[in-house]
């Protein structure tokens, strides 16, 4: 299984970034996806996750109404579009597989079997 995270750099505070993640090796379309993200000395945390088929999505309280997660089963990507970025917001973003709560209610990290390498997202102020 593999997970590949892509997209994050450098933005101005109120800038987009759109990340993607492609996954091989499992059957895409039966596993929820997620994004955590860790920041320089504190723990790795919750964004946002969906479940097998995209129709359920959450969100932490921290992003609700500036990022919105998606998915591609066809692609077998995950996409998390970032809006109204904040210098908080950065971080180095993970993708992750759940296939034992493809609804999507799995928020924390030891739910999630598989994990992308992680991209780094800068916001400057």
């Known amino acids: 299984v593999q997970l590949q995270a892509f997209g994050g750099g450098l933005v101005q505070a109120g800038g987009s970034l759109r990340l993607s993640c492609a996954a091989s090796?499992?059957?895409?379309?039966?596993?929820?996806m997620a994004w955590f993200r860790q920041a320089p000395g504190k723990e790795l945390e919750f964004v946002s996750a969906?479940?097998?088929?995209?129709?359920?999505?959450y969100y932490s309280d921290f992003v609700k109404g500036r990022f919105t997660i998606s998915r591609d089963n066809g692609k077998n990507t995950v996409y998390l579009q970032m809006d109204s970025l904040k210098p908080e917001d950065t971080a180095v973003y993970y993708c992750?597989?759940?296939?034992?709560?493809?609804?999507?209610?799995?928020?924390?990290?030891?739910?999630?079997?598989?994990w992308g390498q992680g991209t780094q997202v800068t916001v400057s102020s």
């Open positions: 969906i479940n097998w088929s995209g129709s359920k999505k």
């Open positions: 090796g499992l059957p895409f379309g039966e596993y929820a």
């Open positions: 992750s597989a759940d296939g034992y709560r493809p609804d999507g209610s799995g928020k924390y990290p030891g739910n999630y079997e598989f």
